[in-house]
């Protein structure tokens, strides 16, 4: 961007960088072309301006050698140039890059712009381009006339714009501005007086008044003229900006007010136009009182009538709400209406209270407002008042018959939260205890009102130490933020709010206190409340908050308060029967998913009667089993003993989906709670048993694991029940391969295999065939185990199954590349990742690629198995995370990185030695601390089960 600037020193920006044009007459040639730009300048005229009644001997050569270096240096900028014009010189460049032009230009358009406000912002654009004197570093009698000029402009702008800003309510700005006696005559010194006046400084306006009287008559010998004369009137009588008092009713606002930069800037853009309304909405203890005081003070001076202020009392602990006709009998006696006079009838009030607002530029405040009923009788009746409203309700009414815009409060993040606790406590107390200021931060949960009663405890108690109180919030955050006033109670906030819902949203209310959760769905919580219209009632009164598109979520202090109200509250019959249409809810779909999810066995999950909602794909499926995962877990660790059959129906239910994918710790504690509430000889207890034990074989938990697997498979002979003894006997054959027990692996998969064939469920013997392949690959005969996976995928094929066919192409992979067949093996490893990654098959992505990486050499080799590493942690699987690790440091100690070699195989070794697996042996040759293992091989999981 090229910038030609002569409003100051004479100056060439391009992409701001100023360039050097030379010495001073160099600098003149440029400015007399800048000036007439676009326009032929002769070189008479070029010459008289430069050099005036004193030109060289030579003035046509030395105006030549000027131009060309001119022009020299004007050749580097995109649409800049001099040109030959017959008799003259051209400047070529777009007017607008020319300051004084585009000064002009901006004045011009302010001039013929109806609207106020946009013809200042084009004023203050044009003034901005004056950097001080222009043309301030060239003397010649061309240059001061023309300076003289261009400040004569200058002056008439700025008296321009200081009119419009007393026409908008701006006149802060009049005043802000440096007093220069000499500068705008009269017409300046009545814009002065007039800005003291509307800035309610009567007395300052009349001795102002005064002050350019006298010196009109001591210098002129005159008076002051009419627009003078008449402010002096208006001071006199008090007409000023209307009639009646001008009422400053704003509380004083809060000293330690912080943060909430983004709110005050959205409460300056919709307040910006004349007649504006904006509410500030939000649960209570956000702060939104601080915020709407903290900006009405801030821009007050906008205001010049006043600023009406009422606390409405719409949520207040300690008293009603303040009726609309008492606030505006208020209203009335601030605007100077004396008692006798105001009407009996509230509607004579309202219409009396319109009328005096109708041409005035007020403020009005309404904080705490119950809902729209008790605002519209409140609002002005002209155009050029303002009002800002507070509420817990977002006042849909308003906001839709009143055109307002909506202001939703949040919590503060933890960096406007740390701001606002230092500010009250000093930054040296928390950064003193860093520990306990964190942890108060994160129980106080970004609420202004806790964080300020706790500085309010902290300042009552000077001695006590920040981990005190950290305790005490952390054994009973509620007590603790409490000062033993109601207005300083987060409780007493909260029972406000409670206590304005009706009595079904009040139960709905209480109702969400059974969630287990941060969050909840809006199926889900249409089935615990009984009715879909409590959410939307409850995210209107801020007490519920839709985070994301059909999830809601409390406050966890507001969860905290309505887990106390339910428990207290409602019966144990009430609870129980709430608890059971949630419960109901996500059996129903949860198994719904399932069968998209995994539709080839449904023999695994227990029947659900009861509605099932539908779902698009099996993608939709698992992602509504991603979004409730949490829920549901926690839901059934929390769950009453009445509701143990749905606990237990929940973990069959969701077993396939939490091992497939990878969420090994919340399938242990499903799986564990179930466990414990089934009854011993049951059906249930055996697959209960055998989903712990299946758990804790990734979790590397062999003995545990093997001791359940051990009771399921006793329980499944003596029922004689094939489908559990098939998936028990492949878990159990994992554990001994992994430990390099093969003939006993091997006797297990075999008597899996029968047992599958007996049940009759293909994918049974699917599971059981592509295990068999998988054990052949480890002992080393890829031939034999290419025979087996070849017949699992055929099944795979038939059915379509993906869940079958993924594991198949990995270990056809491996096995692939011991008959040293690259090529297929890369293949056949590529669709498994695919398959893997498209059904969000964790445990096949982690081992199909450290198999992978087990092909592979180098940086290749390094890259997959830190992905598998990783996807190992996340998921706690200690066996995969061991061979990732062992990979590693194999693949670091070729490359000749002997320290993170190193590290990683002390690291392989630790969980090796932990899963009694034989591979700990060739680490440790490997660290140089054994003897070389008489055979090694991969062992792996496979499928593990049915």
Same mark, same amino acid.
């Given at each position: ?430 950064? +003193? ?246 009854? *011993? ?98 002992? +080393? ?25 993924? *594991? ?131 062992? +792996? ?6």
């Amino acid at each position: 961007m090229v910038e030609l600037r002569v409003l100051g020193a004479v100056e060439v920006v391009a992409g701001g960088t100023r360039l050097d044009i030379g010495h001073a007459r160099q600098r003149d040639v440029l400015a007399a072309l800048l000036l007439d730009v676009g326009r032929a300048v002769p070189v008479d005229r070029l010459i008289d301006r430069v050099w005036g009644e004193r030109p060289p001997r030579q003035p046509k050569n030395s105006l030549y050698a000027y131009v060309s270096r001119l022009r020299a240096l004007l050749s580097a900028l995109d649409g800049v140039t001099i040109e030959r014009e017959r008799d003259g010189y051209l400047l070529v460049a777009d007017p607008l890059a020319v300051d004084v032009h585009r000064f002009e230009s901006l004045l011009r358009r302010a001039r013929a712009t109806a609207d106020d406000h946009a013809a200042l912002a084009l004023y203050d654009e044009a003034l901005a381009l004056w950097r001080g004197t222009p043309l301030s570093d060239l003397d010649s009698p061309w240059v001061d006339g023309v300076r003289s000029e261009l400040e004569r402009k200058h002056e008439a702008a700025v008296l321009d714009r200081d009119d419009l800003r007393l026409r908008t309510g701006a006149h802060a700005a009049v005043l802000a501005r440096p007093v220069d006696a000499d500068a705008g005559g009269e017409r300046a010194a009545a814009q002065r007086v007039e800005a003291l006046f509307l800035d309610g400084r009567p007395a300052d306006a009349l001795r102002e008044y005064e002050r350019v009287r006298a010196r009109l008559a001591d210098e002129l010998g005159a008076d002051p003229g009419p627009r003078l004369r008449g402010l002096h009137e208006r001071i006199l009588t008090g007409s000023g900006t209307g009639t009646g008092p001008e009422p400053r009713q704003l509380p004083a606002a809060a000293p330690s007010f912080s943060g909430r930069t983004a709110e005050l800037a959205a409460l300056d853009r919709m307040l910006t136009r004349d007649g504006a309304v904006a509410v500030i909405s939000g649960a209570g203890g956000l702060g939104k009182t601080w915020l709407a005081v903290r900006w009405a003070t801030d821009h007050a001076s906008r205001f010049p009538d006043g600023q009406l202020y009422v606390d409405l009392r719409g949520f207040d602990p300690a008293h009603e709400p303040v009726p609309a006709e008492r606030a505006v009998r208020g209203f009335l006696g601030a605007l100077g209406v004396a008692p006798a006079s105001i009407p009996p009838e509230p509607d004579g009030q309202a219409a009396l209270y319109r009328s005096l607002t109708a041409r005035r530029r007020l403020l009005v405040v309404l904080d705490n407002a119950r809902d729209t009923r008790h605002v519209t009788p409140l609002l002005p009746g002209g155009p050029s008042c303002s009002v800002l409203v507070t509420s817990r309700h977002e006042l849909g009414g308003l906001l839709t018959t009143h055109a307002a815009s909506a202001l939703p409060l949040r919590t503060l993040d933890e960096d406007q939260a740390r701001e606002l606790l230092a500010h009250k406590l000093g930054a040296a107390r928390l950064a +003193g205890e860093p520990e306990a200021a964190q942890e108060i931060l994160g129980q106080c949960g970004g609420l202004a009102l806790a964080l300020a009663i706790v500085a309010a405890r902290v300042a009552a108690q000077p001695r006590r130490r920040l981990a005190e109180l950290a305790a005490e919030l952390r054994e009973s955050r509620l007590d603790a933020l409490d000062t033993g006033e109601l207005a300083a109670s987060l409780r007493a906030v909260f029972d406000a709010s409670y206590r304005s819902l009706s009595p079904a949203a009040a139960s709905a209310f209480r109702l969400l206190g059974l969630v287990p959760t941060e969050d909840i769905g809006r199926a889900a919580a249409t089935a615990l409340l009984g009715n879909a219209r409590a959410v939307r009632v409850l995210c209107a009164a801020h007490l519920l908050d839709e985070h994301q598109p059909g999830r809601f979520r409390m406050h966890d202090l507001v969860k905290l308060y309505a887990a106390e109200l339910v428990a207290t509250t409602d019966d144990d019959a009430t609870r129980l029967t709430a608890s059971t249409r949630l419960f109901d809810h996500y059996l129903s779909s949860a198994s719904a998913a399932a069968d998209l999810f995994s539709p080839h066995e449904p023999y695994v999950r227990p029947p659900v009667a009861g509605p099932r909602p539908s779902f698009a794909s099996d993608e939709a499926a698992r992602a509504w089993l991603d979004a409730e995962r949490a829920t549901m877990v926690a839901l059934a660790t929390s769950a009453p003993e009445a509701l143990a059959g749905h606990v237990v129906r929940l973990s069959a239910t969701l077993w396939r989906y939490l091992h497939i994918g990878a969420h090994h710790y919340e399938a242990l504690t499903l799986h564990t709670t179930a466990l414990a509430l089934t009854r *011993p000889g049951t059906r249930e207890r055996g697959f209960a048993d055998h989903a712990v034990g299946m758990t804790l074989i990734f979790l590397g938990r062999f003995d545990t694991a093997a001791e359940h697997l051990e009771r399921a498979l006793s329980l499944a002979l003596r029922q004689r029940n094939d489908l559990l003894e098939s998936m028990t006997r492949n878990s159990i054959a994992t554990i001994e391969d992994i430990r390099g027990h093969r003939p006993e692996a091997r006797e297990q998969l075999d008597l899996a295999h029968e047992a599958a064939r007996r049940t009759g469920h293909a994918l049974l013997e699917g599971i059981a065939l592509c295990n068999i392949g998988e054990h052949h690959r480890w002992c +080393g005969n890829h031939a034999k185990a290419v025979e087996y996976l070849r017949q699992s995928g055929r099944i795979a094929e038939n059915l379509g199954s993906a869940g079958l066919g993924g *594991p198949v192409l990995a270990a056809l992979g491996s096995a692939y590349a011991g008959l040293g067949r690259p090529g297929e093996a890369d293949d056949h490893f590529r669709r498994a990742l695919e398959f893997a990654r498209v059904g969000g098959n964790t445990n096949l992505e982690v081992t199909a690629l450290n198999d992978l990486a087990a092909t592979k050499s180098g940086a290749e080799a390094i890259s997959l198995y830190e992905k598998a590493l990783a996807l190992a942690r996340r998921s706690g699987h200690l066996r995969e995370r061991a061979l990732a690790q062992h990979g590693l440091g194999v693949a670091h100690r070729a490359a000749g990185n002997h320290a993170e070699a190193t590290s990683q195989l002390e690291a392989a070794l630790a969980a090796y030695t932990e899963l009694r697996a034989p591979e700990a042996e060739e680490v440790r040759v490997l660290l140089g601390e054994g003897v070389e293992p008489s055979c090694a091989g991969r062992s +792996g999981d496979g499928l593990t089960s049915g």
